[in-house]
């Protein structure tokens, strides 16, 4: 997978939020084989030496660290939590989400739009989380985001993928990389988010929930790599009538 000046093995990005410990953390993110984490600038503690910082179990030498806006339902603060961000710790690629009200928190679009905008201008590679809607996946293509990051299903919920026809149809209009991103809950939703185009996943819930996060984790590694073999491998057809592996010719007779 890459972007613009990024490239990456691994197609499977991460969290850092949600988890038990930051040595859970640690170990789930290393099982995952992810080279991406995000987080969540907000929530995170990434500048003050007297409590756990997330750089000492989680090193950005070893990891690119994609900040986030998560927690941000308004353009304006998800705009300023980025630059605060770029201050603190350089970074320009960022990942971009504004969301609308509970209990859905769905992706508030025309702030997102208009976010994105003012990142744009400033000089940001910005990964940008969207409705699963292909006009607003391309507009913000044309835009200029590095990245489409559409909903599977709402964030947290573990739904996966409620409308894998439109993610479809995101990736086969984008030329820039396409992640679902959010709503994914088990290994198998990973691997059918792989298997209808899509360049990576990024996912937390889903393994800092599970009762094994390490071993979850593992699992997503392995889903990721699969749905990604059996893109580029090609589905048999579907039929509407049996058809027998063996041929029914030259049998031997009875």
């Known amino acids: 997978m890459g972007g613009r000046g990024h490239r990456f093995r691994s197609r499977l990005v991460v969290g850092t939020g949600r988890y038990k410990s930051l040595e859970e953390t640690a170990a789930a993110i290393e099982a995952s084989g992810a080279e991406m984490v995000t987080v969540a600038v907000r929530r ?88 699963d809607d292909p006009v607003a996946a391309k507009r913000l293509e044309e835009m200029g985001c590095v990245a489409i990051m559409p909903l599977g299903a709402p964030i947290g919920s573990g739904l996966g993928i409620a409308n894998p026809y439109m993610i479809q149809s995101i990736k086969r209009q984008a030329t820039v990389p396409v992640l679902v991103d959010a709503g994914i809950g088990t290994a198998s939703e990973a691997a059918q988010a792989m298997e209808l185009g899509c360049d990576a996943v990024l996912l937390n819930s889903a393994i800092a929930h599970a009762r094994d996060p390490v071993r979850m984790a593992r699992a997503m590694k392995a889903a990721v790599e699969a749905g990604r073999h059996a893109f580029l491998a090609g589905r048999m057809r579907r039929g509407y009538e049996a058809d027998a592996s063996s041929p029914m010719t030259g049998l031997i007779a009875p």
């Open 44 to 131: 995170v503690n990434l500048s003050d030496p007297a409590a756990p910082m997330l750089q000492d179990y989680v090193p950005p030498n070893r990891y690119t660290y994609l900040p986030n806006t998560a927690g941000c339902h308004t353009a304006k603060d998800a705009v300023r939590t980025l630059r605060l961000a770029r201050e603190a710790g350089g970074w320009n690629l960022v990942k971009l989400e504004v969301l609308g009200p509970p209990p859905f928190l769905y992706p508030d679009m025309a702030a997102t739009v208009e976010a994105a905008e003012a990142l744009i201008r400033d000089g940001f590679q910005v990964m940008v989380y969207c409705a």
